[in-house]
Structures are given as structure tokens and as C-alpha cells.
């Protein structure tokens, strides 16, 4: 009720400053004024067809107002637009600006507030709205312009608080370099730590294989080190072409069996292109890794892709990976192997993105220099992620893939067959700002028709750390 009062107060102080303006309009503007005045016609009395013209303006601002005050901006606004073609006070501008901004008609908002500004600088709250209409059409100096000049003045400091705000966002919007870094320590147990099978006697062809202790399903401590870092540099507006540049670090370090021990380093570099719907990255690289502390391999690869949004909730990923990898002890170059990948992710959001649920659909060749390292793996997964108002994050995954080998491998007849499933399950929980703990856990299942290649493996990892 009190809001509907002062709305109709409003509305006839604005009908006041309408009328007063008419009036002086009919006299300045009509010839027939000073010829009246001169006949010993009252000055300030209109004639009928003025007044009834004043009246009608009467009704079409308090129409106006009234659907302002109710919300209904678009249907105020061309009624504005008509008072405004026969009178324009600075009431009516304001009404009309931000009427204007609350339609999008941004670009109507920027000329009525520049008009004001124009009669009277000093209007500091009409050149706020005027900066937050430049921000919103990405004219970023002339917001900034506008903002710094009602700064000068010494705002409140709540006014002051909002402009630090927009310049923020102005700075933010503007920034053509983003980075970050992520390190965490932490501690797991593995089941498995070579990946071995259950039984230690194995059947093979013509007789039995002996497994070495350290060879059979292990178990042991590790520590985990794990480094990423990214830069990314927009070539030029928001969005369009970018370039991003990636480093990654993983070195677990067995307590008991350093033999086990393995060290991956990876750098990636390449233009990105982001759309209005799409994101597509080409991302070239290199990775070395060590087992037992020792040089392994070196890895080249490209991992291209290509992300479609269809809506807010639905979007389509694909992505084509090629590698090649060379093994630096030369006992080991029957493994090496090039490797292409062929995947399909289609991905769900729900509720504001706070859940996601991704399915993969792949398809994996690697030919290596022994036939018997060389197969084919197709390959499907699910998984879900969602973050709780806690800034907790809870990630899913299951996998099932099967590889199919081009060769029997050593002491067996039959060509190598795996069918592998893995559960994956990550809780992860931020704190004091920039750190983070988080708990994972990991189950591989992995059925091989030659026995020496079935192991079951489970590794559990604490792990804390910090982000910026």
C-alpha cells in the first residue's frame, strides 16, 4: 500500500513538471501567444485544444508509472517514448533510461543518461547507471571513464564499495592473461603396487610359472605429489582465439618397493576457440616418464576436441588423441607403440550446473612395434559430479572396456584377451580460501584369459593441499 502511495505521489509531482513544461511550451511556441496577450486574453490560460493535449499526457504518464512500478517495463516503455517525442524533462529521461535498461534497449539508456549528464554533471547516481550501461555492451573505457569520475567526488562509502565492485569486474572482463596452480601431497595405500596377479603359481604352456615375491599382488605406502599449473592468453576479446599452456607433475614414491616407483611430467601447449556454443582446443604435447627412477619413455602427443552447447543443459563433446611413444632401454622397443583414440562424451547439467552427468563412448588402437602389445580397446563410462553449498565436491566414475591383443603373448598359445572394469570415487573439501583436502578411492577389476595378466587393485589416497 505504502509503495502504490508513493508511486501515485511521484507520479503527480512528474505530472506537475510535465504540466509547468506544456505551459511554457504553449507560450513560448505558439504565435498566437503574445497576439492574445496584446487582445486582453489572460497569459497564462491555455486553449482548448492545448489543454486537452496536456490532459492526455496527464493519462499516458500515470499509465506509465504505474506499469514502471509494477514491473512491467515493457509495456511502459513505448509510452514513455511517446511522452517523450512531445515534452522531455529530466524526470522523463530518468523514467525512460532506466525503463530502457531494464528492457535492453541499452544504447536508448546511454543517450537519455548522457542527455542529463549533458544539462547537469554533477547528477552522479544517473552517470553509475550510465557506466553499468557501457559495461553491459563490453565498452569497458567508457565505463571506467565514468566510474573514476564519480570516485573523485568522494562517494558514501556503500557507493564507493559498488564502484570498486564494477571496476573489478571491468578489470576482470579486460584481462587477457589467467592462470592458476594446484599442488597436493598426500599419502595411499595400493593394494597392488604391480599390478600382479592374485596367485603366485601360475599355469603356462608346457608347465608352471613361479612368480618372484616381488612380483605377485603387493601391497604397500606411498607418498603422491601431484603439481598442475595453466596459463591461459586471450588473443583478443572475450573469447575467439585463446592459447593455453599446461604443466603437470605425478611422482609416487613407494616406502618399501622403490623398484615400483613412477614419475610422469607433462607439458601441453595450443590455441584454443571459444564460441557463443562451442569450445575447441588443440592441444600439442610432450610427457616423460620414469619407473623405478629410472627414464622409461617419452611420449608426443595431440589431443584435439571439439565441444558443442546445445542448451544449458545438454552439450556434446568429441575428441580425437594421437600419441607416439618411444621406450629408452632398448630391451623395451618391442613396446613401442603409436596410439590413436576416438571418444564421445555427451554431458548433462542439472540445476544451475551443480550437477553433471557425462557418459563416454571410446574406442582405442595401438599398434606397437610386437603384435602382442598391439590392440584394440573399445570402451564405455559414466560419471557424476555435483558440488554442495559447503564448497564440497563429490566425483563418480565407473568404466568397462575390453582390449583385444593382435598376438599371444610370451608362455601362452592363446591371443590376449582383458575385460577391465574401474570404480572411481573422489570427496574433496575446501577450506581457509585456498586449500583443500580430499580422500580417493580406486578399484580395478581386470579378467584376462591368460592368468598372468588377471590382477584385482585398490588404492586409497589422503592427500591435502593448495590452489590459487
Not at 398 to 426: F, H, M, T
Amino acid at each position: 500500500m505504502h509503495g502504490r502511495l508513493l508511486s501515485y505521489l511521484l507520479c503527480f509531482i512528474l505530472v506537475t513538471s510535465v504540466n509547468l513544461a506544456m505551459t511554457a511550451t504553449a507560450h513560448s511556441q505558439t504565435p498566437d501567444g503574445p497576439i492574445a496577450a496584446a487582445e486582453g486574453k489572460p497569459s497564462g490560460e491555455l486553449d482548448f485544444q492545448t489543454a486537452n493535449k496536456v490532459a492526455a499526457l496527464d493519462d499516458k504518464l500515470a499509465e506509465a508509472l504505474t506499469l514502471y512500478y509494477d514491473g512491467k517495463f515493457a509495456q511502459a516503455l513505448p509510452i514513455f517514448n511517446s511522452i517523450s517525442a512531445d515534452v522531455e524533462t529530466m524526470d522523463l529521461m530518468w523514467w525512460l533510461g532506466t525503463t530502457a535498461m531494464n528492457t535492453g534497449d541499452t544504447k536508448l539508456t546511454i543517450a537519455k543518461f548522457q542527455k542529463m549528464l549533458a544539462v547537469d554533471p554533477g547528477l552522479h547516481r544517473v552517470r553509475l547507471e550510465l557506466a553499468a550501461a557501457y559495461f553491459q555492451l563490453k565498452q569497458y573505457n567508457e565505463a571506467r571513464r565514468e566510474l573514476e569520475i564519480v570516485k573523485q567526488a568522494n562517494p558514501p562509502q556503500d557507493v564507493q564499495k559498488n564502484i570498486d565492485r564494477l571496476l573489478a569486474a571491468i578489470d576482470e572482463s579486460t584481462k587477457k592473461v589467467f592462470w592458476n596452480v594446484r599442488f597436493s601431497q598426500g599419502i595411499q595405500w595400493d593394494s597392488n603396487i604391480s599390478s600382479g596377479p592374485d596367485q603366485k603359481e601360475l599355469s603356462v604352456t608346457g608347465g608352471t610359472l613361479s612368480l618372484a615375491d616381488d612380483t605377485k599382488k603387493l601391497g604397500d605406502w606411498a607418498s603422491i605429489e601431484n603439481f598442475s599449473g595453466n596459463v591461459l592468453y586471450d588473443l583478443g576479446d572475450k573469447g575467439g582465439f585463446m592459447w593455453n599452456t599446461t604443466a603437470d607433475v605425478y611422482n609416487q614414491f613407494y616406502f618399501h618397493y622403490g623398484k615400483y616407483n613412477y614419475l610422469l611430467g607433462d607439458v601441453t601447449t595450443g590455441p584454443w576457440w571459444v564460441g557463443p556454443n562451442d569450445i575447441a582446443k588443440v592441444p600439442v604435447g610432450i610427457s616423460k616418464q620414469e619407473y623405478g627412477s629410472s627414464p622409461l619413455s617419452t611420449i608426443y602427443h595431440i589431443r584435439p576436441s571439439l565441444e558443442h552447447y546445445f542448451t544449458p543443459y545438454f552439450s556434446l563433446r568429441g575428441q580425437f588423441s594421437w600419441s607416439r611413444e618411444n621406450f629408452m632401454d632398448s630391451s623395451n622397443y618391442n613396446l613401442n607403440n603409436t596410439t590413436t583414440r576416438y571418444e564421445l562424451t555427451p554431458n548433462f547439467y542439472f540445476m544451475n550446473r551443480r550437477h553433471i552427468v557425462s557418459l563416454n563412448i571410446g574406442y582405442e588402437l595401438s599398434i606397437a612395434d610386437s603384435r602382442s602389445f598391439t590392440y584394440t580397446a573399445p570402451y564405455a563410462a559414466i560419471s557424476y559430479f555435483t558440488r554442495f553449498p559447503t564448497k564440497t565436491d563429490l566425483f563418480l566414475r565407473y568404466q568397462l572396456g575390453e582390449r583385444n591383443y593382435k598376438a599371444a603373448p610370451v608362455l601362452y598359445n592363446d591371443e590376449r584377451v582383458d575385460r577391465r572394469q574401474s570404480w572411481s570415487i573422489v570427496l574433496s573439501q575446501e577450506f581457509l580460501k585456498h586449500y583443500f583436502t580430499s580422500f580417493a578411492f580406486n578399484y580395478i577389476d581386470n579378467h584376462s584369459n591368460d592368468e598372468l595378466y588377471s590382477f584385482t587393485k585398490e588404492t586409497y589416497t589422503l592427500s591435502v593441499g593448495f590452489y590459487f
